[in-house]
């Protein structure tokens, strides 16, 4: 394990990657529990509320992002000082995005139905680093053998049309499929080759002059939300905590 380690990931000078996701999903995972503990009122932790003014915690994380951001420019890929400045910035990267809809709706909506963004925002970063981390793995690593080389250059090859398919199922406004799809092979597939839903970029572009696709769209967009709805709530709930009624 400690060789395939040093081969593929510090060698290529991937460590830094690798603690910036570790660092960014244990302190999103870390971030929510504290707040639903605050939020339940149990614990020793409180809100930070200085002369009145409520501190929410995107702010240490831009703070914490810039130093982190600086410092890996300053240090490049190798070194204790890159693997520092990879963990700060990711922590920061975590506690930014754990509050990515108070930022997009410039409102406190933390514990509402609009603040679920946050999370799917959270998983779809963690998706898209892994899939960079181990997708591209195999530049960087030297004297690789002919076989090698056709191995890890299949993968590549398997990893960017898999993306390509989760693209597809982006634009057809199934964004769980895509970022699902990133990380387990072809299962956007399912999201790129059925109807868009309506709404989605796919659909104003490609339904415009076909009623009947619209029509057949909508149908089958009431059915699915009627089928899962309460199932995706639950693990909304599940991950984030639920909403104010």
């Known amino acids: 394990m400690g060789q395939w380690l040093h081969r593929n990931i510090v060698e290529p000078g991937k460590l830094p990657l690798l603690l910036a996701l570790a660092a960014f999903v244990l302190t999103f ?4 529990v504290i707040t639903r503990l605050i939020r339940a009122g149990k614990g020793p932790f409180r809100n930070i509320s200085p002369g009145g003014l409520h501190v929410h915690h995107v702010v240490p994380g831009v703070v914490l992002m810039v130093i982190g951001g600086f410092a890996a420019v300053a240090s490049g890929r190798h070194g204790f000082g890159a693997a520092v400045a990879a ?25 509402t139905e609009q603040g679920r963004k946050s999370v799917e925002i959270v998983v779809l970063t963690a998706a898209l680093v892994t899939l960079m981390l181990a997708g591209f793995l195999p530049f960087g690593v030297n004297e690789l053998t002919p076989e090698e080389l056709h191995d890890r250059g299949v993968v590549v090859v398997n990893v960017l049309i898999n993306f390509l ?11 769980r499929l895509a970022v699902i799809g990133c990380v ?30 619209r029509r057949r769209a909508r149908v089958r967009a009431y059915r699915h ?7 995706r709530n639950r693990v909304h709930d599940l991950l984030a905590g639920a909403p104010d009624r």
Not at 165 to 175: D, E, M
Not at 197 to 207: D, N, T
Request: aromatic share 12%.
């Open 225 to 231: 939300d009627a089928r899962w709805a309460h199932v």
């Open 165 to 175: 398919i989760a693209l597809f199922a982006l634009a057809k406004g199934k964004p």
């Open 29 to 32: 995972l870390v971030t929510r």
């Open 184 to 213: 387990v092979p072809f299962v956007a597939i399912v999201g790129a080759v059925r109807l868009a839903r309506p709404g989605s970029p796919w659909a104003r572009r490609f339904y415009r002059h076909r009623p009947r696709a």
């Open 87 to 111: 963990v700060v910035f990711g922590a920061g990267a975590g506690l930014v995005l754990d509050e990515f809809a108070l930022v997009l709706h410039l409102d406190d909506v933390y514990w």
